[in-house]
């Protein structure tokens, strides 16, 4: 790609999974890749113990807030991440959408949210890899 490629992560609450997808890629990445997240029906605030999991590996989510998907997210988007988020998110034809089957962590304990986070971050990790070296 001879432009940055922008990435959109989308779940349901926009509190849990794809917040911290959303920090890990920004982590991994910097600023060779846009990222952004959103949630079809967002909540108050992203989940706490999400932000513990991702503050044990140094990452600091704490100005992040859950946001409403917009069509504009998806139509800036190379690639589109679901997870949990079934039908909400707009198909546009050219897109590359993924859907990450992951654990969701709203109520769970936060030794049960560290495989996810970890899960996550392999994730991401592979993806940056991909669209760097494209």
């Known amino acids: 790609m001879t432009r940055r490629p922008t990435v959109l992560f989308v779940c349901v609450h926009n509190a849990g999974r794809s917040q911290m997808a959303a920090a890990l890629l920004r982590d991994v990445a910097g600023d060779r890749i846009e990222v952004l997240s959103a949630g079809s029906e967002p909540a108050d605030q ?3 113990v999400a932000v513990a999991a991702l503050a044990e590996v140094g990452i600091d989510l704490g100005e992040a ?3 409403i998907l917009a069509v504009d997210d ?4 190379d690639v589109v991440i679901t997870m949990g988020c079934g039908d909400a998110c707009p198909i546009f034809p050219g ?5 990450w089957a992951l654990d969701d962590p709203a ?3 936060l030794e049960r949210v560290r495989p996810i986070r970890d899960d996550i971050r392999r994730r991401v990790e592979a993806l940056a890899t991909e669209l760097l070296d494209a």
């Open 107 to 109: 109520g769970q304990p």
């Open 46 to 48: 992203v989940n706490p």
């Open 95 to 99: 897109k590359r959408y993924e859907d």
């Open 65 to 67: 807030s859950p946001r």
């Open 74 to 77: 998806v139509r800036a988007s």
